[in-house]
């Protein structure tokens, strides 16, 4: 079975199983919120003060709390929260100090009515202009019916960020494990990135996020921003490798500018000038440009080849990016501050296509990579005895014409002419392959093993190699006799000579296998010798 088909086979199962699973969370987050609703209802302020332009203050019964149960819930999006009983305070939401400016974020504030108080006191100070009028509604209830209601509500959208997460992160672990295997290119490490970035952004969005992270809320929202930034590049060399855009200033200028942001972004913040917050419009900006960028330079390509595999997922990828983007900075500048629950599902859905796209470019690179290996060992290899040919060999030659350190050991065989005249040329091959196998097995962890000729094969041992070679030609003879004395026909008989590079007498490594033929074939003929003496004795 094809790699393309099985990756295809594996990848729709995963998205079976998530869609499964996430219309089973969707469904019981969608009872639990019909069910919250009978404990949970809104309640106006006894009175509201403007303090100053920053600061606010809403006045409470505490009678009138505990009469709709024992907690007081609202919603800020950065501000400074204090909350006192009477004149004790309850609950405190800050900035800290070690890191000036860092806004709180947006929270869910969840306030638990202490007995015996008498009223109840909320002071709210804007962290930045943009926030001073902005509405805030409370509600009251139970603390465990409110607090788990909302976590359930939230679990569907929650869900999908982790699956962005979980998403990205196997892609880039795959990418690192098969990368030089498989011959891959950066698309699939970059969108992988992308999708995690994504999905550590639009999980710290979420409610449940909002209410599990509060004590490392200021850390979240660092943390966020620096991701939505960083999702600018990391989507352009996606989309350029993805969609083989030809393009190369424009996309430099605007990853530069993103890292610019960046570095901005953290000196201001660090330095408490300005918080990422009071930033974010830059952010917004630099992502409309390079999504706008990305659409033309695609409609560009597209008009040079009139043809493109991918044009329906340019238009549907696109017209759902656009969407979400525009959707997003409504919902962020004229609602909550916060991204829109829809926004997250719309980048999803961007994330799913692609991926199932990416997954198949993969696939097809797989193949391509597979076959390019086949033709590359066809074209070094020898097919009969799968050593390395004389393509390979000659190659090796002009790399290293005069190496520092290398040792050739050339090999022949006795009697093959004889074998294939008398025996036919399938023992002869027999021979041949047999001969092999002992030699790649003496000398296939010292060098490469090359046949470069009809019975002639040598082995290039590179380097400080400290192997004794009169170990491995008794161990070779050894292996020889024993294949020999199996009654094995044709019987093998390997002549070897070996020289080192000399560099005083060798112009080059060509030199050096002429003085190891030299020794090979008086070695040859000492062996023709022996065996006419054995035949007379007999």
């Known amino acids: 079975m094809k790699v393309k088909t099985i990756l295809s086979r594996i990848y729709y199962i995963i998205v079976a199983v998530c869609v499964l699973l996430h219309v089973v969370i969707l469904s019981l987050s969608f009872f639990d919120n019909n069910q919250q609703e009978k404990y949970c209802r809104s309640i106006i302020p006894d009175r509201e003060y403007q303090t100053d332009e920053d600061n606010r203050r809403f006045v409470f019964s505490a009678q009138k709390i505990k009469d709709g149960g024992d907690c007081l819930r609202f919603y800020t999006a950065h501000m400074e929260v204090s909350v006192y009983a009477d004149d004790t305070l309850i609950y405190h939401v800050g900035q800290q100090q070690a890191m000036p400016k860092v806004s709180p974020g947006v929270v869910w504030n969840y306030v638990e009515i202490p007995s015996g108080a008498e009223q109840i006191q909320v002071m709210i100070r804007a962290v930045y202009p943009e926030v001073r009028q902005k509405q805030i509604d409370f509600s009251i209830g139970e603390y465990s019916q409110m607090y788990s209601g909302m976590l359930y509500q939230s679990m569907p959208v929650s869900f999908i960020c982790l699956l962005e997460i979980l998403l990205g992160f196997a892609m880039v672990l795959w990418w690192l494990i098969a990368r ?315 002549a070897y000579g070996y020289a080192e590079f000399d560099p005083e007498t060798d112009r080059d490594i060509e030199d050096t296998r002429s003085r190891a033929d030299d020794k090979m074939y008086q070695k040859k003929r000492e062996i023709k010798a022996d065996t006419n003496e054995n035949k007379r004795t007999e």
């Open 180 to 494: 030089t295997r498989m011959k891959m290119k950066q698309t699939m490490l970059y969108f992988g990135i992308f999708s995690f970035m994504t999905g550590i952004w639009a999980l710290n969005q979420t409610d449940a996020a909002l209410l599990i992270l509060f004590p490392v809320r200021v850390e979240s929202v660092f943390v966020s921003a620096i991701a939505l930034i960083l999702m600018v590049p990391f989507f352009m060399w996606f989309t350029k490798g993805f969609f083989d855009i030809e393009d190369k200033w424009g996309s430099d200028i605007i990853c530069t500018l993103a890292y610019l942001n960046l570095a901005v972004q953290l000196i201001l913040q660090l330095a408490g000038i300005r918080g990422f917050r009071q930033m974010y419009t830059v952010t917004h900006v630099l992502l409309g440009i390079t999504l706008l960028y990305t659409i033309v330079m695609l409609i560009s390509e597209y008009r040079k080849t009139k043809v493109h595999r991918h044009l329906w997922v340019v238009v549907v990828g696109g017209f759902i990016l656009l969407g979400t983007l525009v959707a997003d900075l409504l919902h962020f500048y004229y609602g909550s501050f916060q991204t829109s629950i829809y926004d997250i599902y719309g980048v999803f859905i961007y994330i799913i296509i692609f991926a199932v796209e990416v997954c198949r470019q993969v696939a097809e690179q797989v193949d391509a990579g597979q076959k390019l290996q086949l033709y590359e060992e066809l074209a070094t290899k020898d097919m009969l005895t799968k050593l390395y040919n004389r393509n390979a060999y000659d190659e090796w030659i002009k790399v290293n014409r005069q190496p520092k350190k290398a040792k050739i050991v050339v090999f022949d065989l006795n009697n093959l002419k004889q074998c294939n005249d008398t025996m036919g040329h399938a023992a002869g091959d027999a021979y041949i392959q047999n001969a092999a196998g002992i030699i790649l097995h003496v000398f296939g962890n010292c060098g490469n093993c090359y046949r470069i000729g009809g019975d002639e094969f040598c082995v290039v041992i590179y380097g400080n190699d400290p192997s004794d070679m009169e170990e491995l030609f008794r161990q070779m003879k050894q292996e020889q006799d024993e294949f020999n004395s199996k009654n094995a026909i044709p019987q093998i008989q390997i």
